[in-house]
């Protein structure tokens, strides 16, 4: 009898070892973010011509400033599809300066500067080679 109790007193104690608390219980930041997630995708989802600037314009600054790079490409996406469906433009640089794409864009910018100092090194070489067979007496 005694080892019965005592077996049934492990198994509750071990049960609920692993339960979470729910003293002191908060959300955490993900579910917070989650629901400004889910607000824009309904947005996005209930675009009309009639209220799509206006509703850009509501959701430009999580699309700038809080959404991570999946989410934001996947956003754009969706409001380039649905533009398209409706016949209307999503206005040119809207959103391109969202703080998820910032280090992409820096990698580019500096591609492309390195890229631009490559073709005018190619360049000025070519033009000295140029003018020094220009200048070098012809052997007869």
Do not use: H, W
């Not at 009309?48 to 600054?61: A, G």
């Amino acid at each position: 009898m005694k080892t019965a109790v005592l077996v049934a007193a492990a198994a509750i104690s071990g049960a609920n070892a692993f339960a979470p608390s729910s003293a002191g219980a908060r959300p955490s930041s993900t579910a917070l973010f989650a629901g400004k997630m889910a607000d824009v995708k309904t947005k996005i989802g209930g675009l009309t011509s009639d209220n799509f600037s206006s509703t850009l314009s509501e959701i430009e600054p999580f699309l700038t400033q809080e959404a991570g790079a999946s989410i934001y490409k996947k956003s754009i996406r969706r409001i380039n599809t649905t533009a398209k469906s409706l016949g209307v433009d999503v206005p040119a640089g809207y959103a391109k300066e969202a703080k998820a794409t910032e280090k992409r864009r820096a990698k580019q910018d500096a591609y492309c500067k390195a890229k631009a100092e490559e073709a005018a090194d190619a360049e000025t070489s070519e033009e000295e080679e140029a003018s020094a067979d220009e200048e070098a007496p012809a052997e007869e």
